[in-house]
Nanobody
Framework: VQLQASGGGLVQAGGSLRLSCADS????????MGWFRQAPGKEREFVSA????????LYADSVKGRFTIARDNAKNTISLQMNSLKPDDTAVYYC??????????????????WGQGTQVTVSS
């Protein structure tokens, strides 16, 4: 599993960004996937997760109703559509994968594979 996150950038408050995470491996479709973020001086925090089949999703309370996670197993990608962005959303965003067929989870310690991160900056 090799995860590559992209799509970060600078956006004004209220704007939108769409993050993507691609996997070059052959077993992507069996991995539950998650997005996490880490702001400067803060702990890494859970953002969203999706089951291997895309049926179940989890969201942090802080992003519910604003962010949407999705996956396309045919393309080995997941996405995070982020709307109504706030300055507090500023962070480096990481995608991660759990082991095969396990449920989605908000605990970062349960994720085995991590991408390199993409910076999201929301200006006020």
């Amino acid at each position: 599993v090799q995860l590559q996150a992209s799509g970060g950038g600078l956006v004004q408050a209220g704007g939108s960004l769409r993050l993507s995470c691609a996997d070059s491996g052959r077993t992507f479709s069996v991995y539950p996937m998650g997005w996490f973020r880490q702001a400067p001086g803060k702990e890494r925090e859970f953002v969203s997760a999706i089951s291997w089949d895309g049926i179940r999703t989890l969201y942090a309370d802080s992003v519910k109703g604003r962010f949407t996670i999705a996956r396309d197993n045919a393309k080995n990608t997941i996405s995070l559509q982020m709307n109504s962005l706030k300055p507090d959303d500023t962070a480096v965003y990481y995608c991660a994968a759990r082991t095969g067929f396990s449920p989605p989870d908000s605990d970062a310690n349960s994720y085995y594979y991590w991408g390199q991160g993409t910076q999201v900056t929301v200006s006020s």
